[in-house]
Nanobody, 123 residues
Framework: QVQLVESGGGLVQAGGSLRLSCAAS????????MGWYRQAPGKQRELVAD???????NYANSVKGRFTISRDSAKNTVYLQMNSLKPEDTAVYYC?????????????????WGQGTQVTVSS
């Protein structure tokens, strides 16, 4: 069993900062890509940023220059530092980790999702 636990969301004024964390635990063999997605009311879930096991990063155009994704592989944790927040960043943020886990028969590769954390940016 693998679980992801997110933390760090909240309410912040425009121009402020927040840092999200997402830690994986369980029978983990290896973690490949990690990422953050968000879903605003009435909208589809969208990719915010992701990072490969080698540290290559990718950002949505709307957050480039303001958000930074990073990972601590020793802690199975991915972070999202969000600066210069805007009201349009308001959404539920979900982390995603692509994990190879141990099973009775060997290993299994799956996408895992965090429970979601609310980020609200007031104007």
């Amino acid at each position: 069993q693998v679980q992801l636990v997110e933390s760090g969301g909240g309410l912040v004024q425009a121009g402020g900062s927040l840092r999200l964390s997402c830690a994986a635990s369980g029978s983990i063999f290896r973690i490949n890509a990690m990422g953050w997605y968000r879903q605003a009311p009435g909208k589809q879930r969208e990719l915010v940023a992701d990072i490969t096991s080698g540290g290559n990063t990718n950002y949505a155009n709307s957050v480039k220059g303001r958000f930074t994704i990073s990972r601590d592989s020793a802690k199975n944790t991915v972070y999202l530092q969000m600066n210069s927040l805007k009201p349009e960043d308001t959404a539920v943020y979900y982390c995603n980790q692509r994990i190879v886990s141990y099973t009775l028969g060997g290993t299994s590769y799956n996408d895992y999702w965090g429970q979601g954390t609310q980020v609200t940016v007031s104007s």
